[in-house]
């Protein structure tokens, strides 16, 4: 823009006319009341409740929300409260009858259970001199499989076996 303007001032001076005079900013006219229109006015806030009536909230994290029925359940005493996943067998004992294993509880707590007796999602199908074999019951909807055969080994044994 200054260039332009020292053009036209060197043309005008070359041509034998007077510069014209440099145009001053005049201030606006009488400017209106600061009121700003209604489209630049930012919208009230609204206080917004959710009613979930019956629905999940959506705003909350969904991770570590599972219900696990077994959790609410009131466990047994004894084995009877001990899961399959939660077990470890410390020892298998003969006995005139057969075969006695002990396992060992999340609680530390040593338990005896013999061939046929109840845990929280199973039952001891056999005893064996190397650990124990438990029917586990699946707890899944999903899965075709409602029993799992599992074989929980000799804490000695486990570490052997890897």
């Known amino acids: 823009m200054t260039g332009?303007?020292?053009?036209?001032?060197?043309?005008?001076?070359?041509?034998?006319?007077?510069?014209?005079?440099?145009?001053?900013?005049?201030?606006p006219a009488a400017a209106a009341p600061a009121t700003p229109s209604p489209a630049s006015q930012p919208p009230e806030s609204e206080n917004y409740s959710y009613a979930p009536e019956g629905r999940r909230d959506p705003f909350l994290s969904l991770v570590g929300t599972g219900v696990d029925t077994r959790s609410n359940a009131r466990r047994g005493d004894g084995a009877a409260g001990?899961?399959?996943?939660?077990?470890?067998?410390?020892?298998?004992?003969?006995?005139?009858?057969?075969l006695i294993a002990m396992i060992q509880g999340p609680d530390n707590k040593t338990y005896i259970v013999h061939q046929g007796d109840k845990l929280l999602d199973g039952t001891i199908k056999t005893i064996t001199t190397q650990g124990l074999v438990v029917m586990q019951e699946v707890n899944d909807p999903l899965s075709l499989v409602k029993q799992r055969e599992v074989t929980k080994l000799l804490r000695s044994l486990e570490g052997a076996k890897e």
């Open 82 to 98: 001990i899961g399959v996943g939660e077990l470890t067998v410390r020892g298998v004992i003969q006995s005139r009858t057969g």
């Open 4 to 27: 332009l303007l020292a053009f036209v001032l060197v043309a005008g001076v070359a041509s034998g006319q007077a510069p014209a005079p440099a145009a001053t900013p005049q201030p």
